[in-house]
């Protein structure tokens, strides 16, 4: 079953203290990205990678960083969390083959930052 | 800088009806144009892409009109049922980095019984 897990799926944590939010896809897929999700602001790119060691910055990078060891996996880093980036995050990944396209999204990690 | 505009932002139809929700983008690099469904509590699905070369794409009860001159696409929803209630957002995707997608605000899509 083709699948994009995140870990954990729920996280409070306090401003400052650094957090990880993990990804994972069994699809083989070469892109994956970060988004983050806060009402009336629809989805929000943050980071993506074209395939392993290759990342981009999205639309709303700061405070944010990645890594793309492993094709697999696509971590989400937080090294000073502020209570701006309190928000509903998700991974996605996706391929694309001649006409046609294919993007999954995890089922989402809720953090909140006080 | 906005580069996909989605309206309208919500929608209640009655069971039975057709739901239009319209999209316009500006960046006539975007290859392909997905449509996704978000229920409460859940990830974005995707329903249907369909790419420029394509005026029409349909699947099921679900269909994408394009119109690459007035670079707009809108999402069909045929006979729409109250299991349809949920967010749909449009987005645009170039070919060449599928992992750059631009989304809509998202349409909050009520179907009344």
């Known amino acids: 079953e083709a699948q994009v897990t995140q870990n954990p799926r729920y996280l409070i944590t306090v401003t400052g203290k650094k957090l990880t939010v993990t990804c994972s896809q069994n699809?083989?897929?070469?892109?994956m990205s970060w988004y983050r999700q806060d009402p009336g602001l629809g989805l929000r790119q943050i980071y993506y990678?074209?395939?392993?060691?290759?990342?981009d910055k999205g639309d709303v990078p700061e405070g944010y960083k990645v890594s793309r060891k492993e094709k697999r996996n696509f971590p989400l880093i937080l090294e000073s969390p502020s209570p701006n980036q309190t928000s509903l995050y998700f991974c996605?990944?996706?391929?694309?083959?001649?006409?046609?396209?294919?993007?999954?999204f995890g089922p989402g990690t809720r953090l909140t930052v006080t | 800088q906005q580069q996909v505009k989605q309206s309208p932002q919500s929608l209640i139809v009655q069971k039975g009806g057709i739901s239009i929700i319209n999209c316009a983008y500006e960046?006539?690099?975007?290859?392909?144009f997905p449509w996704y469904q978000q229920f409460p509590g859940k990830g974005p699905a995707l329903l249907i892409a369909?790419?420029?070369?394509?005026s029409e794409k349909k699947e099921g009860r679900f269909t994408i009109s394009f119109n690459k001159s007035a670079k707009q696409f809108s999402l069909h929803i045929m006979d729409s049922q109250p299991g349809d209630s949920a967010t749909y957002f449009c987005?645009?995707?170039?070919?060449?980095?599928?992992?750059?997608?631009?989304f809509g605000d998202g349409t909050t899509l009520t179907v009344k019984p």
């Open positions: 699809m083989n897929h070469e892109y």
């Open positions: 996605a990944s996706s391929v694309t083959a001649g006409v046609s396209y294919e993007q999954y």
């Open positions: 987005a645009a995707t170039p070919h060449a980095n599928a992992g750059k997608s631009t």
């Open positions: 960046n006539t690099a975007f290859d392909y």
């Open positions: 369909i790419r420029p070369d394509v």
């Open positions: 990678s074209m395939n392993v060691e290759v990342t």
